[in-house]
């Protein structure tokens, strides 16, 4: 993984549940497919409350209609991201946006796990409220040595609790390919 990752920031609300991130009528498609996987990238977030999508504004769509990858690719969202069902499929679906990186005041337990478990994201904790200092289209970057935000539309600077021992497990892909690497899984 690169030392830092910039791009554009996608603002959402509190509470942004899985059936939000990737609606149930779209888990259909094969993740395994290259072709039909592309459908999560395009459905990722399209059930988001208007009023909680790309703040402040509200109402700004993540992936626009007929595209599969986001011109978004840093979430940063309030508390409880990922709450709700226990689909590995809401990462995913980020993640086929094109999206790397998500920053929440808190996740859901198992949406953090398997963002991680399946390398799809990282998924950073603030130290303070973003969703509230950052606007949808702000240009950012990601310092992942300091764990460190820096809005480079007005070079405000916000401190990331630190990845610790899920950085190696995303860096390697996933969890398998982690246990793989480090010989906790025996290759053929």
Excluded: W
């Excluded at 929440?104 to 398997?114: G, K, L, M, T, V």
């Amino acid at each position: 993984m690169d030392k830092k990752i910039s791009g554009f920031a996608y603002v959402l609300g509190n509470n942004i549940d899985t059936d939000q991130i990737i609606p149930a009528e779209h888990l259909v498609y094969s993740m395994s497919d290259e072709e039909e996987s592309k459908k999560y990238g395009q459905f990722a977030l399209s059930s988001v409350p208007k009023k909680e999508a790309g703040l402040p504004h509200g109402g700004i769509p993540f992936v626009d209609e007929g595209k599969n990858t986001s011109l978004y690719n840093i979430i940063i969202a309030g508390a409880n991201f990922g709450c709700g069902s226990s689909r590995e499929h809401a990462p995913y679906a980020i993640n086929k946006a094109g999206c790397n990186v998500v920053i929440a005041e808190s996740y859901a337990r198992i949406f953090y796990r398997n963002a991680v478990d399946g390398g799809f994201l990282v998924p950073y904790e603030c130290e303070q409220k973003l969703n509230d200092k950052i606007h949808t289209g702000d240009k950012l970057e990601i310092d992942f040595e300091r764990n460190l935000l820096i809005d480079l539309s007005d070079h405000r600077e916000f401190k990331l609790k630190p990845l610790g021992d899920v950085l190696p497990i995303i860096e390697a892909g996933g969890l398998f390919e982690y246990a793989r690497k480090t010989g906790m899984i025996k290759t053929v």
